[in-house]
């Protein structure tokens, strides 16, 4: 069975950071592409991250370009999201997302980022 748990999350102040873990079991990870999403109260889920299975090769939205970074440790089963220079903006539920060409997307829990004096 195929587990993502993500770590991290909590509350800090407009331009401090924070850095996700979201730790998989239960499947190879490297053959999985895996992403960060978030989602705010009201708003849709949004992709902030991903970075591809074998070649490494990551992109990011818009809003967050520049101040984030999204990496994968495969020999801990492990993918990171290291923000910085955090924004009120970017409060949401953040969201780990593994998933594999042709199949449905397996999904973390979420952990909260609340960013707020």
């Known amino acids: 069975q195929v587990q993502l748990v993500e770590s991290g999350g909590g509350s800090v102040q407009p331009g401090g950071s924070l850095r996700l873990s979201c730790r998989a079991s239960?499947?190879?990870?490297?053959?999985?592409?895996m992403s960060w999403y978030r989602q705010a109260p009201g708003k849709e889920r949004e992709l902030v991250a991903q970075?591809?299975?074998?070649?490494?090769?990551?992109n990011y939205a818009d809003s967050v370009k520049g101040r984030f970074t999204i990496s994968r440790d495969n020999a801990e089963n492990t993918v990171y999201l290291q923000m910085n220079s955090l924004k009120r903006e970017d409060t949401a539920v953040y969201y780990c997302?593994?998933?594999?060409?042709?199949?449905?997307?397996?999904w973390g829990q979420g952990t909260q980022v609340t960013v707020s004096v």
């Open positions: 997302s593994a998933r594999r060409l042709y199949y449905s997307p397996h």
């Open positions: 239960g499947l190879t990870f490297s053959n999985y592409r």
């Open positions: 970075i591809a299975s074998v070649s490494g090769d990551t």
